[in-house]
């Protein structure tokens, strides 16, 4: 009887053991995956804390060279060799250019690289919005030369009225405004458009 007594106290008190051994398997569990969350957390952190992202590396930019345009007149003497484009004869003639971007970005800027070589005109670019209706509803950007260089130049002074881009409801093309022949100082190179969206 005495040993039957001793037995069973005996089962009861591993069998406890083991409880408690489980239990704390599963806390030391809990506490290393806590743990680890915990120092990812804090690596993150730091990381953020150190690392600043990039605002520019979301912008991207497109070149619309001189062979996109097309002259709507046939009978318009021009000559475009893929990198420039100019008037050999007649007045001024408006020139036009597909502009294709993805739906909803963003245009920053515009920029025209060209020759101008007059001061008594400009060349001009405008940014137009065409209705799914195909009427023109007007002009969403523009930019224009200034001064008088035979150098290739920059210019950077765009405006822009409408900066995101609807594809859905319009779509949109480049117009071109050259003053005059390439005697009289006017030579176009490309247009760059600056944009950037949630990529």
Known sequence: MTEHVVLSALMRVTRTNLRRSRKMRKINWFLGVGAGLAMGLITALLLSA????????????????ACAFQVKDKKVDFFSDGARLYLQKGPGEYIR???????????????????DDNEQGSIRVWLHRVNNDGSVSGSVGRIESVGAS??????????????????????????LRLPGTQEE???FGHLKVYYKGKW
């Not at 150190?50 to 060279?65: E, L, M, Y």
């Not at 250019?97 to 739906?103: G, K, R, S, V």
């Open 150 to 175: 035979p150098e290739w130049r920059i210019f950077g002074d765009s405006v822009i009225d409408e900066r995101v881009l609807d594809n859905v409801g319009n779509c949109y093309f480049i117009n």
């Open 50 to 65: 150190f690392i600043t992202p990039d605002p520019a590396a979301r912008v991207k930019v497109i070149n619309v060279p």
């Open 185 to 187: 100082g006017y030579v």
């Open 97 to 115: 250019a597909p502009l294709f971007l993805p739906h909803k970005v963003k245009i920053l800027k515009m920029e025209l690289v060209c020759i």
